[in-house]
């Protein structure tokens, strides 16, 4: 079963950093770009970025950038998502995804992890 | 970037009723668009793709048209499991836009 699992809810104080994961099973992990959606409490979804598994390549999306980091660590199927200094606005859940086509920078989105839950507040 | 306008953002509706989402493209997409439904709590889940393939599994009361720029999603006898929220997802440049989304709530 294809299958992308994330890492628990997390609870920081603003300033802090933050390095959320992602770990695929199930298929070659190489194959196939993981995206990074933003979903604010009540709001709808955004694309935050793509990164290519194979090569490490990153796209983030202009409103992102600057502001988070897209990684990944092809030898653990794990792709990353992380801040260095969190804000009360970034207190969303975050879901990490799978492009459905193999190669493709984007395509339909299948599968999703569960989603992380960030709250930032003092 | 291309941007993404669905309406209604919220639609009351019965069992039973027909209902139908619309999605508008900025600039053409083609045939690249996707429609996800999404419940409280959950990771939205692919109803749609290519604008009108429906995803294996997915109840055939479901069904997508459109291309170009003008896109729409219709649920032709509406179930209590449908209550949800609906995405609109183009994936034709090389970043990818949601629509702001529609929730579908009981009338």
């Known amino acids: 079963e294809v299958q992308l699992v994330q890492s628990g809810a997390e609870v920081k104080k603003p300033g802090e950093s933050l390095r959320i994961s992602c770990k695929g099973s199930?298929?070659?992990?190489?194959?196939?770009?993981i995206i990074w959606v933003r979903q604010m409490p009540g709001k709808g979804l955004e694309w935050m970025g793509s990164?290519?598994?194979?090569?490490?390549?990153?796209t983030v999306s202009p409103s992102f950038e600057g502001h988070v980091t897209i990684s990944v660590d092809k030898s653990i199927n794990t792709a990353y998502l992380q801040w260095g200094s969190l804000k009360a606005s970034d207190s969303a859940m975050y879901f990490c995804?799978?492009?459905?086509?193999?190669?493709?920078?984007?395509?339909?989105?299948?599968?999703w992890g569960q989603g992380t839950l960030v709250t930032v507040s003092s | 970037d291309i941007q993404m306008t669905q309406s209604p953002s919220t639609l009351s509706a019965s069992v039973g009723d027909r209902v139908t989402i619309t999605c508008r493209a900025s600039?053409?997409?083609?045939?690249?668009l996707a429609w996800y439904q999404q419940k409280p709590g959950e990771a939205p889940k692919l109803l749609i793709y290519?604008?009108?393939t429906l995803r294996s599994g997915v109840p055939s009361r479901f069904s997508g048209s459109g291309s170009g720029t003008e896109f729409s999603l219709t649920i032709s006898s509406l179930q209590p499991d449908d209550f949800a929220t609906y995405y609109c997802?183009?994936?034709?440049?090389?970043?990818?836009?949601f629509g702001q989304g529609t929730k579908v709530e009981v009338k």
């Open positions: 199930g298929y070659r992990f190489t194959s196939y770009w």
């Open positions: 995804a799978r492009n459905d086509i193999q190669g493709e920078i984007v395509s339909t989105i299948l599968p």
């Open positions: 990164v290519d598994p194979t090569d490490s390549y990153t």
């Open positions: 600039q053409s997409i083609s045939l690249s």
């Open positions: 997802h183009q994936y034709n440049s090389y970043s990818n836009t």
């Open positions: 290519k604008a009108s």
